[in-house]
């Protein structure tokens, strides 16, 4: 009997996935309580090329985490952008994980207003997590660390940030809409049913 295959995703199509532990510092302004208080999460971490090209070329860098909430679990995730007033905004290609940093590319509705997450790769195995307005300055809340690769259950992980948001952190009506097609497609690919 022939045993039916999981489709390729449509962006990231080739990823590692680790375990990592994320400790959160909090910020001395008062963004969403997820980012401002302060605890250690054990975490699954994605890192993958969007596009999947060839190692030698370079391509726009991933990194999704998922992060347990009391609602169950959050998925963040973030691309290879730059950090400046306008570079945030941008997606950027690299050869490496850490070539560039790495954003949410677009914001999350806080009780504050607008806010963006960050990634910053320190080293190989660690990042540092941080947070800004649109066009407001980077403040650090958190550390994360790669640890050993997943077991294979894990592996098969699939990240929806539009279903799974930190507390404080929710979408934007006009973000989901423009998200939106791109995960209808990943939900059918990977045979997830989609959200009622």
Not at 29 to 37: G, I, N, R, S, V
Not at 121 to 144: E, I, K, M, N
Request: hydrophobic fraction near 35%.
């Amino acid at each position: 009997m022939a045993v039916a295959r999981r489709a390729a995703k449509p962006l990231h199509p080739r990823g590692d996935v680790v375990r990592g532990v994320l400790r959160r510092s909090g910020t001395p302004a008062t963004p969403p309580a997820w980012c401002d208080e302060a605890g250690e999460d054990d975490v699954l971490v994605r890192r993958s090329r969007s596009l999947g090209l060839p190692p030698y070329l370079p391509d726009i860098q991933g990194l999704a985490v998922r992060v347990p909430v009391p609602e169950g679990h959050a998925d963040l995730l973030f691309a290879g952008t730059g950090f400046g007033h306008l570079t945030r905004f941008l997606l950027t290609p690299s050869r490496t994980p850490g070539g560039r940093p790495m954003t949410t590319l677009l914001p999350y509705r806080s009780p504050h207003g607008p806010l963006l997450l960050g990634a910053k790769h320190l080293s190989a195995t660690r990042l540092v997590l941080l947070c800004a307005s649109p066009a407001g300055r980077w403040q650090r809340f958190g550390d994360l660390t790669l640890g050993d690769v997943a077991d294979a259950e894990d592996a098969e992980i699939t990240f929806d940030p539009l279903l799974h948001t930190a507390p404080g952190l929710e979408n934007y009506p006009w973000v989901e809409r423009l998200r939106e097609p791109a995960y209808v497609t990943a939900r059918r690919t990977s045979g997830r049913p989609a959200p009622r």
